[in-house]
DNA sequence: CGTGTTTGACCGGCGC
DNA sequence: GCGCCGGTCAAACACG
C-alpha cells in the first residue's frame, strides 16, 4: 500500500478500460486493491504516519459509506474517466463513519455517483491551488457529506472524499432495479434525475 | 416560487 | 495564548 503513495497513478489507463468498457465485473471487493488509508495527497504530502493505519474493514465500507454498491461504476463510465479507488479509514473515526477517497481523471469535477448532492461550501486550502467544495447528500435524513478537489499536482485528476454512510438507496439502484430490462433508459433516467452535479 | 449555488463570515481544532 | 487552517453556516442570488 505504500507503493501507491510513493506512485500513486502507475497505469490508470489499464485500470479505465476495464471500468468502462465492462462496469459490472470490476465489484468493489477488487477496487478495494486500489483503496488507500488516509486521503490521496495529504498522506503523501506529509508522509503522514496515518497512511500506515489498518483499514480494519472490507469493501462493504465503501460501497455502503460512497455509492451502495456499484452506481459509481457507472458514473465513471459515462465521464469517460480513469479511475483510481483510494479508501481511507483515520484512526480517529469511530465505528459507521466512513471515510473514502476517490482520485479520478476527469475534466468534469463533479462525478454522477447515483445520489444527489447538495453543495454547501467552498474552500481554498492551503495544500492545493484548487477550491474544494464541499457537498451534503440532499436526501432527508442522510448525513453523507462529499468532498471534491483537484489534485493540485495533476489538475486533470479530481479527489473526492466521501464521509458517512448512505441511511437510504442510490436513486440510480432503484432505477436501476425498475428499469433492468433496458440500459438506455437507467442512463436517461439517471441523467435527468442528477442534472444538478454537472452544473 | 421552489430548489440549488455562491460566497463571505464564523467557529473549533491544532500547532507553535 | 495566539494565529492558522479546514469545515460549516446562512443570506443573497441564480435558474428552471
Known sequence: MDCLDEDPNPNPNH?????????????FDELSNYLM????????DHQDSSSSQSVGSSSQNFAGGAGSGGSSGGAASRNNMN???RRNKLN????????????????????????????????????????RNYYKCSNGGCNVKKRVERDRDDASYVITTYEG???????SVVYYNQMHADPNNIWTLRASSQSSASS
Open 15 to 27: 485500470f479505465v478500460e476495464k471500468y468502462i468498457v465492462d462496469p459490472p465485473p470490476m465489484d
Open 37 to 44: 488509508l488516509d486521503e490521496y495527497g495529504f498522506s503523501r
Open 165 to 171: 454512510v448512505h441511511t437510504h438507496e442510490s436513486p
Open 83 to 85: 479511475v483510481e479507488v
Open 92 to 131: 480517529k473515526v469511530e465505528g459507521d463513519n466512513h471515510r473514502v477517497a476517490f482520485r479520478t481523471k476527469s475534466e468534469l469535477e463533479v462525478m454522477d455517483d447515483g445520489f444527489k448532492w447538495r453543495k454547501y461550501g467552498k474552500k481554498s486550502v492551503k495544500n492545493s491551488p484548487n477550491p
